[in-house]
């Protein structure tokens, strides 16, 4: 059985910066790709990052590009968002996902984790 265990959310002002981790049983994240995906209230899920497990290829979203860093530490089957220079307008519950390959459409998404709550203060 997959599961997809993220943590590391939490509540930060403008400009902190926070680390997100997902912990991947059930798959080996070598085969896959691995996504974070976010919602924020009344809004629909979006894209936020996804890297390939086999050779590191990274996809961000527009809105993120220069702020956030996705990567792999295989040795623990898990992944990392680390985001810096927060803003309110990246508020939202994250999501982990695995993917088959490293491209940032939900609905290529496998198994999806249950999310980590996001909030940044302005």
């Known amino acids: 059985q997959v599961q997809l265990v993220e943590s590391g959310g939490g509540l930060v002002q403008s400009g902190g910066s926070l680390r997100l981790s997902c912990t991947a049983s059930?798959?080996?994240?070598?085969?896959?790709?691995i996504g974070w995906f976010r919602q924020a209230p009344g809004k629909e899920r979006e894209g936020v990052s996804c890297?390939?497990?086999?050779?590191?290829?990274?996809q961000y979203g527009d809105s993120v590009k220069g702020r956030f860093t996705i990567s792999i530490e295989h040795s623990k089957n898990t992944a990392y968002l680390q985001m810096n220079n927060l803003k309110p307008e990246d508020t939202g519950i994250y999501y982990c996902?695995?993917?088959?390959?490293?491209?940032?459409?939900?609905?290529?998404?496998?198994?999806w984790g249950h999310g980590t709550q996001v909030t940044v203060s302005s």
């Open positions: 996902a695995s993917l088959f390959t490293p491209v940032l459409r939900a609905n290529l998404v496998h198994h």
């Open positions: 059930g798959l080996v994240v070598d085969y896959y790709s």
């Open positions: 890297i390939s497990g086999s050779d590191g290829t990274t």
